[in-house]
């Protein structure tokens, strides 16, 4: 196993190869939601339209939960998962705020703020501190 | 002769796009947005070229994660804009420019850049929102006003091309369009960026110092720009500021001096720092 100088950036997964081949039916699974044709067939059976992909039991679940930054852990990757939170009606910037654990007003105001500091954001252990 | 006359770096945040299809520009939130478009736009007009040379990242639209070529070329006829899951963009088909685009891929082919050729095609946001904020509102049955060739490169899966292979790819590029014997006037741009971060829980990052560094060194210094490694970007920009390789295409294929005659610089739209450069060639 190659050495990853990027899995100290803090509140990150960065999608390589490794997260790509766990993630990949999940990924395929979110992005069958582009058609409107999946979309139908997802919302009359999710069951059904899952069982149509090779996901773990702990992806569907993930994907029951909604639970977005496990779909992440689990090899998912946000412009793929952002179709599932699109298929929910969320658009991009909520969807942000969730993942980062803050409320929608308080997310848009950070951004309009200037966004999130790089400041005691870089390393894992300036997070660790907190 | 074909030539590149300019080269141009602009951010291609989807938001922008839907900004522009909604027709709410002028809200408080966008007004500054596209306020930093206008010289562009009016620019762009006076200095009309025939074929942009578009690079860009399809954005799992073209291609999910059954494939992933780090770097194609569109040589089809014509792209049509996708539908990423609200419909596609009410904006014009892509026309593309196929001898030259055919030319392209074959001459740097055989200058060792292993390019993909794609003879079909769907675009997503990544391309026709800088041909939106370069050519203004345009309707689907409308004309671009320009011949367009993408480049999509794979900044998606991780490891990105580095920016020194997209440099040199944009050096070679540059070699291929010189040696194309009719004379059409080229742009090439540079899509993507500036610092961002879409997911997890450092989501909505910015770097707006970095960010204009990073554009001062790309005008001035662009044997630098190139050495930046991947985890640079990743770590100060955010994991999806690994876009800004792409700018180093543009910047490759420009000559070693340019003019900047452009800069425009805002945070946000949506969870994205927008950036925007106009560099004229002279050679
Ligand atoms: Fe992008």
Known sequence: MTEKPYEDIPGTFVFDADRSREGYWLNQFCISLRLEKNRQAFRDDPEAHMSRFAMSEEQKQAVRDRDWNRLLELGGNIYYTSKLAAFDGIVFQDLAAMMSHMSRDDYRKMMVDGGRPIEGNRYKSEWEKK | ?283
């Open chain 2, 1 to 283: 002769m074909a030539r590149i006359t300019a080269g141009i770096a602009c951010s291609h945040v989807p938001a922008i796009g839907v900004a522009m299809d909604k027709g709410i520009t002028d809200e408080p939130y966008w007004q500054p947005v596209f306020k930093g478009f206008e010289f562009s736009r009016k620019w762009n007009e006076e200095n009309k070229p025939d074929v942009v040379f578009l690079v860009y990242n399809d954005h799992c639209t073209a291609f999910d994660s059954s494939i992933i070529p780090t770097f194609a070329i569109g040589c089809a006829a014509e792209f049509t804009p996708a539908d990423e899951g609200f419909g596609p963009r009410p904006v014009p088909v892509v026309k593309g420019h196929q001898k030259l685009a055919s030319h392209i891929a074959q001459s740097v082919i055989l200058d060792e850049f292993d390019l993909t050729i794609m003879n079909e095609m769907e675009v997503d946001h990544g391309l026709t929102v800088p041909l939106s904020v370069m050519y203004g509102d345009r309707k689907p049955g409308d004309d671009w006003g320009t011949l367009v060739i993408p480049l999509a490169v794979n900044v998606v899966q991780y490891p990105a091309p580095t920016a020194n292979r997209c440099y040199n790819l944009g050096k070679a590029i540059r070699r291929a369009i010189d040696s194309y014997p009719e004379d059409l006037n080229v742009h090439i741009y540079g899509t993507g960026g500036m610092s961002h971060q879409l997911q997890s829980e450092r989501a909505g990052l910015i770097n707006a110092e970095w960010d204009q560094n990073f554009m001062d060194m790309l005008v001035n210094e662009p044997d630098k720009a190139r050495q930046i490694d991947h985890i640079e970007f990743l770590r100060e920009t955010g994991s999806e500021g690994i876009e800004m390789v792409m700018w180093l295409v543009m910047r490759g294929a420009l000559d070693e001096k340019v003019t900047e005659v452009h800069r425009h610089y805002h945070v946000p739209a949506s969870n994205t720092a927008v950036g925007h450069l106009i560099l004229e060639n002279h050679g």
